[in-house]
């Protein structure tokens, strides 16, 4: 019997050991989260300094600072559509301290664009919220014969592959914006790619290409000084900036909606209550009125989400590209 109860004794041992030690990693991370944040921040932006997603980083960065008591760093990874940035985002421990800043571009097109990705948009990453949309502007030289969305489409489709547009650049939202509007309109263009929106809007101005797809900063002065004809802007809402321009959805493309967005994405596995906290520092953050005029006048929209709402509107927008590249036929090395 005295045998038996040591046997017992000897057999429960490794496993009230393994049962301290799971016990002790749980209120150990517990108290973790609890401290959340204990050190400085580091946050990977996907694209160069100087750039409106930079820009508006840097406006939050102050406000975070403050409220969460711990520095933000901000760490520029520019390069291949920003891939390179939030690959560095999926490697990362998923503890909170290092976050990512990515476009439509890395979270949702990319998969379709490119062969190979450096990492899973929807298994690497846990959303955190939406920063920022950018609207974009059909702007064409005045000199053009149609001045309407409407003229613009019977024009292309009298002159089937005649008419160019110009973009910011293959791969880019306003690449995939006029690969839309082709498609939607049923009609044949020239695409041109430029490096980047300001390029192809002053050729646009000069005369030496007749159509483009821009952001509103590179064409919003020039449209108003009547030196550039706007058609129609890509978002789902008119802009008060272009009041009197309507979407390219009212001015006959029912339906049509091409928004550019960037936001916070997180490694996959990162504890909800760190999430919830990021969460809702961001979204207080973006609500502030002074960084939503500052925001606005950099030609973006505040757009602070759930991070359910920002992960189902990833997976919306990755079928919805994932379409339109196909049938493009559009392809990034």
């Known amino acids: 019997m005295q045998q038996n109860r040591r046997n017992r004794r000897h057999t429960m041992r490794p496993i009230l050991r393994a049962f301290a030690a799971l016990l002790t990693a749980a209120v150990t991370a517990a108290s973790a989260q609890t401290d959340f944040p204990n050190k400085p921040l580091r946050m990977v932006v996907t694209f160069p300094p100087g750039g409106s997603a930079d820009a508006v980083v840097r406006m939050l960065v102050p406000r975070l600072n403050e ?87 019977a024009l292309a489709k009298a002159q089937p592959g005649k008419l160019s547009i110009a973009h910011g650049g293959n791969g880019t939202a306003m690449h995939l914006s006029a690969a839309l509007f082709a498609q939607m309109a049923d009609v044949k263009l020239v695409e041109v790619p430029y490096k980047g929106s300001g390029p192809a809007a002053l050729d646009v101005l000069a005369g030496n290409v007749p159509l483009a797809v821009v952001d509103l900063p590179s064409a919003l002065q020039h449209i108003k000084a009547g030196k550039l004809l706007a058609f129609a802007v890509t978002s789902p809402q008119r802009l008060p900036q272009l009041p009197d321009v309507p979407t390219a959805s009212e001015a006959g493309l029912s339906g049509y909606d091409s928004t550019g967005w960037f936001g916070v994405v997180a490694p996959a596995g990162t504890p909800p209550a760190i999430i919830a906290r990021l969460n809702a520092e961001i979204t207080a953050a973006l609500n502030d009125e002074q960084i939503k005029t500052s925001m606005r006048n950099l030609g973006v929209e505040p757009a602070p989400s759930r991070p359910e709402a920002f992960e189902a509107y990833i997976a919306a927008e990755t079928q919805k590209w994932s379409r339109v590249i196909r049938q493009a036929n559009i392809k990034l090395e």
């Not at 560095?88 to 998923?94: D, L, N, Q, R």
């Not at 301290?97 to 571009?105: D, E, K, R």
């Not at 690497?124 to 919220?129: L, R």
């Not at 059909?138 to 489409?153: C, F, N, S, Y």
């Open 67 to 153: 409220k969460l008591g711990q520095q933000v760093v901000v760490d520029n990874r520019p390069g291949a559509g920003g891939n390179i940035g939030l690959a560095i985002v999926a490697k990362a421990p998923p503890d909170g301290y290092t976050l990512g800043v990515g476009a439509a571009g890395a979270l949702s097109a990319n998969s379709s664009l490119y062969a190979q990705m450096p990492f899973d948009p929807v298994k690497d990453f846990k959303p955190v919220s939406m920063l920022a949309a950018i609207p974009f502007v059909l702007i064409g030289h005045p000199t053009l014969a149609a001045k309407t969305q409407r003229e613009l489409v």
